[in-house]
């Protein structure tokens, strides 16, 4: 049955505005074998794809007409009907749905997204997109980057819970005209939302290895003024041991998060505040010298938007600050042995976009200014006056700082059957001194005829490297603080197909990567050469996504036992291969093939099972008992149950059911069956 699994693959749940009706259908997905309807439909998500809408409080027995969301494919807000991009969108009843705990795990249902864990439960997790690294693309809270430039294994710490995100926005390709530096190969950004009335929801739930998860929110407010708070605790022994038998895999999570909006009749402002507290095991995350390291970090968010409403020109600041502190032991509870390595980040940000609309169409331009600074004990340059670290009698002796600097122009224009939008931005960053780079970029989009729709861009950007590519030297590791920032441009061409109960998409790309930055091992030079971290010239890569979903409720109404299916696949190729005694650490490992399968099933009144099953094919390779080994394809089932009413839901959920044994990073083994069983309930 694992090797019939392989040729299935998990889709998404989409939503579409269809031309002058507002008919939404949701798909799911199922895993699909050749000739047979896989064994039990997967049901999860609704991975809502380049069309999405507001989601109603609750689903009635029949289709219901929705709203079409406005998402952020380019510097003007368009519904994902007009936008001449590709924009992925994870609604509330396809996050609702899913077998998962955490942002990062529900990203791995996107079949353009690579999620590589190497904890269980989003402890630790490098999320990439289209083939690129986990530094290559921007992470955005409610349109505000909150990227570490220390380095993006940190980036994923998000303050919110599930039950908070309104939808979660995937921009595939490069995005530096939309979100500046740092999207390089795409986007994800995560919108919030605040309940409408007063009231909370608390959650409860336990599973294996010592798994326990217990939050909720608070909402209160009326009129035009709204707060909601929110908090939750995980913690779990984990699924792994070091050699002396001592628990390396074990973590405890908190995160509290509160937002709070003003809708007054000329602008709109919100607020939030966030706060995350992990402590995990490492187990070998970053080297096998020792396999019980062990990770703290701590996270800090806060941020001010304000948007102007009505009238042709459209004004929205926003002013943001972000501390990241990480404490790395390479030893667990031995600075004796290795010396703890301690950080701290700072990034304050001002944002300042608008945007005219006239006859002529939408123009948007604007400004952002972002501060990014670091004091380390190993990263940076020498201070000239050390600075205390909190907690301990020890002072961070290293740091630096650099602002970049970006302006941005882009005209839009939207007509019947052509979208068209095109712009550039103009970047400079202090750090390396460089003078102002412009990234342009065009999008197009024509519909050939009532169902179909063709769409092409051309779009370029650019990263500058994180301060550990820079400056990590110890433990086996060499930085260049000499390299370049990375470059990309990217060609795609794709067609839509849309009619009422049936979606197709299908999308080629060309990615030119110059200046690529990645950490490589010679082992040419022994199994003690240590990784060194690289610019290569160029890197190219050559992709092809296709999915394909049914909605049956269109036919059959929302009693329908099979609700939706839906399959997508992913084709990834690099021209720059794994040299035989050459290791990539990141930029030359990625997915080749990624096939997910989703469906969800209507068992019985209001009990619904969903499932998800994935086929995951990596390249590249890494170093087992000193020998280099291949990443084997793995196939992955989740499954979630559920008694879903108005005021309580009580559901089992479960990943890996058929307990495979797979490596995301050489070395990690990630956990076997994971069983969770819990409730929520709201008032």
């Known amino acids: 049955m694992n090797e019939n699994i392989q040729k299935y693959c998990p889709v998404v749940r989409f939503r579409h505005f269809e031309h002058t009706s507002y008919a939404v259908f949701r798909s799911l997905n199922v895993e699909v074998n050749i000739g047979v309807l896989a064994v039990a439909m997967l049901a999860f998500a609704h991975v ?17 007409e929705l709203e079409e969301v406005e998402v952020t494919g380019t510097r003007v807000p368009l519904t994902v009907a007009q936008a001449a991009r590709m924009v992925t969108v994870l609604d509330r009843e396809a996050i609702a749905a899913a077998p998962v705990q955490s942002v990062n795990d529900l990203l791995k249902y996107a079949v353009g997204v690579d999620v590589r864990q190497r904890g269980g439960m989003g402890v630790q997790t490098d999320i990439g997109i289209r083939g690129g690294t986990y530094d290559q693309i921007t992470i955005l809270l409610n349109g505000i980057n909150i990227c570490d430039p220390q380095t993006g294994h940190n980036v994923a710490d998000f303050p ?14 490069p995005a530096g ?35 326990f998860n217990g939050g909720g929110h608070l909402s209160f407010g009326n009129g035009r ?44 402002v919100n607020w939030y505040a966030g706060f995350t507290n992990k402590d995990y095991g490492s187990n070998t995350f970053y080297g096998t010298g020792s396999d019980d390291q062990f990770e703290h970090t701590r996270k800090y968010f806060t941020a001010v938007q304000a948007e102007t409403k009505g009238g042709s020109w459209h004004f929205k600041p926003s002013v943001y600050w972000t501390r ?7 030893y667990r509870d031995m600075p004796e042995k290795v010396p703890f390595n301690y950080h701290r980040t700072d990034v304050l940000g001002l944002n300042l976009n608008n945007y005219v609309q006239s006859f002529l169409g939408k123009t948007a331009f604007g400004a952002e200014f972002r501060n990014e600074g670091i004091v380390s004990r190993n990263l940076g340059e020498p201070l000239n006056t050390p600075k205390p670290i909190h907690g301990t009698d020890l002072e961070y002796t290293v740091g630096l700082n650099r602002t970049n600097m970006s302006f941005h122009l882009e005209h839009t224009v939207v007509l019947p059957r052509l979208t068209v939008s095109a712009g550039v931005i103009a970047v400079k960053n202090t750090w390396n001194e460089m003078n102002f780079r412009f990234y342009p970029g065009v999008d197009a989009s024509f519909q050939l005829a009532r169902d179909w729709k063709v769409y092409a861009s051309w779009n370029t950007s650019l990263r500058m490297p994180t301060f550990t590519e820079l400056y990590y030297s110890v433990e086996g590791y060499k930085a260049d603080k000499y390299l370049k920032p990375e470059e990309m441009q990217a060609f795609e061409v794709g067609l839509k197909y849309l009619t009422p109960g049936v979606r197709g998409t299908l999308s080629f790309y060309h990615h030119h990567g110059t200046n690529t930055i990645d950490w490589i091992k010679d082992l040419s030079q022994g199994e003690d050469a240590p990784w060194r971290s690289v610019n290569y010239t160029t890197v190219n890569t050559l992709g092809l996504e296709a999915s394909l ?15 939706n299916l839906s399959v997508a696949y992913s084709y990834i190729d690099k021209d720059k291969d794994v040299d035989a005694n050459q290791q990539s650490k990141y930029a030359l490992e990625y ?58 839901t009580v559901y089992a959920e479960a990943n890996n059911l058929l307990n495979k044994t797979y490596y995301d990073h050489g070395n990690i083994p990630q956990p076997g069956i994971w069983v969770r069983g819990g409730a929520t309930f709201r008032f």
């Not at 809502?48 to 219901?64: G, I, M, R, Y």
């Not at 740092?182 to 929801?201: C, F, H, K, Q």
């Not at 979903?549 to 609700?563: I, M, N, S, T």
Request: overall charge neutral; some cysteine; proline content about 2%.
């Open 591 to 648: 997915l080749r093939n990624k096939l997910v399968a989703q469906t969800d099933l209507r068992l019985y009144r209001l009990l619904n099972l969903h499932l998800s099953c994935s086929w995951l094919d990596r390249v590249g390779n890494y170093q087992k008992e000193g020998a280099m080994v291949a990443y084997d394809p793995y196939t992955l089932l989740d499954a979630r149950l559920a008694w879903e009413t108005a005021r309580y």
């Open 160 to 173: 919110v819970d599930l039950s908070e995100i309104e939808r979660i926005e995937v921009l595939e390709g």
């Open 324 to 330: 990241g502190e990480d404490r790395f032991e390479y």
């Open 549 to 563: 979903l049914f909605d049956f409720r269109h036919w059959y109404g929302e009693r329908a036992f099979v609700k």
């Open 177 to 211: 005209r939309v979100y500046g530096t740092s999207s390089l190969v795409g986007a994800i950004n995560i919108v919030t939302r605040i309940d409408g009335r007063t009231g909370g929801e608390v959650r409860l739930e336990g599973g294996s290895y010592g798994y």
């Open 48 to 64: 809502e794809s380049a069309s999405a809408q507001t989601e109603p409080k609750q689903l009635p027995d029949k289709l219901v």
């Open 225 to 268: 003024l709204r707060n909601q708070v929110s908090g939750s605790y995980t913690r779990s022994d984990g699924y792994s041991r070091n050699k002396a038998g001592s628990l390396n895999a074990d973590f405890k999570n908190a995160k509290a998060f509160y937002q709070g909006q003003l809708q007054e009749t000329a602008f709109d």
